[in-house]
């Protein structure tokens, strides 16, 4: 397929995630946004009020009616009329060059290993994903804009530029916690490389970006450790682990990503030209027994976008299966259907509302409930140890040889 005809698909999957983007006003993480920018930066010191405020001062500026927004906010049906959307449009613009900034971050990191023609495939596939659509633009999740200052970070840390790298890295940990995840990883490579000054910057930089992100949480009235027992990508508890009413909660996750980090450091050969490898292979070992949100996965789909491209091989197969039993689960497990929507668009068509009957239905019904959604999230968590356990292999001769030899016993 050549450039031409990607740029086109690029363009045109742009087009309907602005128009969608636009039309999907019922989002509960939507309107937790609007909530905190109608507050303002005095009552809600968080970030993206920062970000996203200026856009609400503009659509207030415009010589247009602005109407009463306290029933949409208090989670009521919104005003009707073309300024709803007009707003919806504006706050989520953020949000959409987020997407499209990740996008040319994915293009660039592709370019570097395998050119030109493959890095405007690898951006086409991000901008084609709906997973990243459904997830991001129209849920209303500023996940995209920390999820790329994590890929810039990554791009320059490939190219040596490791101080403003770990900047990046820190911002975006500023911005959302989950960027930290990667540090275990992070840290062992750089170790591994016996590059200690740079390890040394990306930490400085992580140990910045947690203290401001606990500074503006404190401001906001959250205690930041009393927020991480509600904060499910560093409690995610395995039951089955608890032994005793006493025992520790233990959070497999967690268990499964210092797991990598010891296979990492004992059995890999590190060389600069997989710090890709390491990344990916450090989220899917950590979101494999996640206790996820639907937007947490979009930090792991432009790393296996990049994968499905530079690799391919096996890639294809986990790529498909990830985010197709991601989203069933999602579409079992939540509300993709409130305030009488249909994946938050409001249902005002016949055959909306029969696709939010439909959505709603299986969201209650309990066979699915309890037999299809642990059925979908054994399969992800399977691909995904699968796949991270093929990273591995492609990265260690020793563990090659050793499965062969297990294999020939």
Known sequence: MGNGVLIALAAIALGVKIALATVSIASDDFIFLLRNIVAGWTRSPVPWVLITGPFYQLWLSLPINHPDLSAWIGGFEPPPGPTTYALTFMIKLPILIADVICAFLVRSIVAEYRGKHDGILAAAIWLLNPYVLLTGEMDGSIELIPIALTLFSILCMKKGRISIGSLALGLGITLKLFPIILMPALGVYYLRLKRTREFLKILLSAIAGLSFYILWTSAWG????????????????????????????????????????????????????????????????????????????????????????????????????????????????????????????????????????????????????????????????????????????????????????????
């Not at 006493?246 to 996750?253: F, V």
């Not at 950590?286 to 996965?297: G, I, T, V």
């Not at 994968?307 to 939540?334: C, H, K, P």
């Not at 259907?337 to 409001?346: R, V």
Request: with cysteine.
């Open 222 to 409: 959250v205690e930041f450790g009393y927020s991480l027992l509600f904060y499910t990508p560093f409690t995610t508890v395995a039951s089955e682990l608890i032994l005793t009413p006493y025992a520790s909660r233990i959070g497999l996750s967690t268990v499964s990503t210092l797991v990598f980090c010891f296979v990492l450091y004992i059995f890999w050969i590190v060389r600069d030209e997989n710090l890709l490898d390491v990344v990916s292979g450090s989220l899917l070992a950590y979101m494999a027994f996640l206790d996820w949100w639907p937007q947490y996965l979009l930090c792991l789909v432009p790393f296996i976008t990049i994968d499905l491209v530079v690799t391919r091989r096996w890639s294809r197969f986990y790529f498909v299966v990830l985010l197709l039993s991601a989203f069933f689960f999602n579409l079992i497990m939540f509300k993709f259907a409130p305030a009488n929507s249909a994946f938050y668009i409001p249902a005002f068509t016949t055959e909306l509302k029969t696709l939010s009957g439909f959505l709603q239905h299986v969201y209650r019904d309990p066979i699915m409930v309890l037999v299809a959604s642990p059925i979908l999230r054994s399969i992800f968590a399977g691909v995904a140890v699968f796949y991270c356990a093929e990273i591995c292999v492609r990265n260690s001769p020793r563990l090659k040889a050793l499965l062969g030899r297990v294999g020939c016993e």
